[in-house]
């Protein structure tokens, strides 16, 4: 799961927050037999990858319990990781989770379909 941020002219950029770095090597490192130094370097990685990581506080705390509220299907982390996109302006999220779909203001681009890949230059 990132974000993408969408320019005037319809390219994306990707993004992450410490969160999704953290739920990645967690995810990874929970699987029998994890290469850990490789999953670390992969999480390491991720900066590299990414034009931005954002921090989270407080604020987008919030905002996710506010989210929560209004979202009986999103999760605490789902909600944080929406919420702390609609802070730093972020419209659109990489992710199979059709959970996303109920926010109207973060689009929910699915890794799995190929035509939503195409518009973001990549393949299946």
């Known amino acids: 799961m990132g974000w ?5 002219g319809q390219a994306y950029a990707g993004e ?3 969160e ?3 739920e990645f090597a967690n995810v990874l ?4 037999g994890a290469d850990r130094a490789a999953v ?3 999480a390491r990685d991720i900066p590299r990858i990414c034009t931005r990581v954002h921090d989270s506080g407080w604020p ?14 999103l999760d605490v982390r789902d909600a944080l990781f929406a919420a702390t996109a609609a802070r730093h302006g972020i419209d659109a999220i990489l992710t199979a989770d059709g959970d996303f779909d109920a926010l109207a203001e ?3 681009i699915d890794p799995a379909d ?3 890949l195409a518009r973001l230059g990549l393949s299946a």
């Open 4 to 8: 993408c941020r969408c320019d005037a």
């Open 60 to 73: 987008e705390l919030e905002a996710a319990l506010e989210l929560l509220a209004h979202h009986p299907r």
């Open 40 to 42: 670390l370097r992969q």
């Open 29 to 32: 490192l929970r699987r029998p």
């Open 106 to 108: 973060l689009e929910r």
């Open 16 to 18: 992450a927050s410490v």
């Open 114 to 116: 190929p035509e939503c």
């Open 20 to 22: 999704l770095v953290h």
